[in-house]
């Protein structure tokens, strides 16, 4: 008769997906040699992408510094996002006082591009500045039209058009302001339709 | 007493004050005088500035017609009567309404799709 003898079981290895799991570090000193590469400090560093001259033009003007102009004037001399740069040249004019030339800035890039938003929109800003309230209310309206979702050009069109005593459109347009705005604090919109409301009636 | 006044007449006068002392107060401590006078100055300087303006109203800075309607409404509120310039306290006011506008908008910050929710 035969005998039967017992083989050990082995329970198969799970198969399937397998994690990934960190080797223990070999000391190779211990193996007689020195661990010159290993330095867990070494720091990858990434370069700066280069920028554009608009690009750096935009970071230097974000943060408030005086070479963000030239930057952008070399942003119009090498074609770089020409009529951004020009607009944004002309906020710089109007911050420095110079109505001229931010209109001149402006006009420009109007010339370029005439439904450019913030072109229109910074010139009713500035001939409201001018107290030229028929044209910053011209440019305001076409900002209003060309993008309809922002509610700032609805509000300013309001105050230019208080000035104009035409208070039923104010009205219309800075109700228009609060109803596009649902997170801005707008209680002094608000108050000030009421109070031409008051004058209208 | 002053030197030069006629000694004679200064029994009678010292009399008459006594008699009738509301004629001889001194004048320039009455309030009532020292306020018309005032007002009449500020009244003619304020002409001054109001012609000024009228010759060169360019020449007048924001500041300058924020400061002549401060005048006028301060001086509403001490109940003096003075209409001011209309043309120069409606510009005032078109530029106090204007200071409340939104600011300016830098170009190629964000796209278009982004600005309904950008609000000042």
Redesign the interface.
């Known amino acids: 008769m035969g005998k039967v003898i017992k083989l050990a079981v082995h329970t198969p290895e799970k198969l399937g997906l397998k994690k990934v799991r960190r080797r223990k570090r070999i000391n190779l000193e211990d193996y007689g040699q020195l661990s010159l590469f290993d330095q867990d400090t070494t720091k990858i560093l990434s370069l700066p992408g280069k920028k554009n001259f608009f690009e750096e033009a935009i970071s230097l003007d974000e943060s408030g510094n005086p070479e963000a102009e030239r930057f952008y004037l070399l942003a119009v001399e090498n074609e770089e996002s020409v009529e951004d740069a020009l607009c944004n040249l002309a906020i710089l004019k109007s911050s420095q006082d110079e109505a001229i030339a931010a209109v001149d800035y402006l006009t420009q890039c109007l010339k370029k591009s005439p439904r450019h938003f913030e072109a229109h929109y910074n010139l009713g800003n500035v001939y409201s500045d001018l107290s030229n309230f028929d044209l910053a209310k011209v440019h305001y309206e076409l900002a209003a039209q060309i993008a309809p979702e922002f509610p700032n050009s609805f509000y300013n069109l309001g105050l230019v058009l208080i000035s104009l005593k035409e208070y039923k459109r104010a009205i219309e347009c800075i109700n228009h302001y609060v109803s596009l705005s649902p997170d801005a604090d707008t209680s002094t919109a608000k108050e000030l339709v009421n109070t031409l409301d008051t004058i209208a009636q | 007493m002053s030197e030069d006044k006629n000694p004679h007449l200064i029994d009678h006068f010292e009399r008459l004050k006594a008699i009738l002392p509301e004629v001889y107060l001194p004048v320039k401590n009455d309030p009532k005088y020292t306020n018309d006078t005032m007002f009449s100055l500020l009244k003619n300087s304020l002409g001054v500035i109001e012609a000024v303006y009228l010759q060169s109203p360019e020449s007048f800075s924001n500041t300058q017609l924020d400061v002549y309607s401060n005048i006028i409404s301060q001086m509403e509120e001490m109940g003096i009567e003075y209409k001011g310039n209309k043309e120069i306290l409606n510009?005032a006011a078109?530029?106090l309404?204007?200071q409340?506008?939104?600011?300016?908008?830098?170009?190629?910050?964000v796209s278009?799709a982004d600005?309904?929710?950008?609000?000042?």
């Open positions: 510009k078109n530029q309404i204007m409340a506008k939104k600011p300016m908008e830098k170009a190629g910050l278009r600005l309904g929710r950008k609000t000042g």
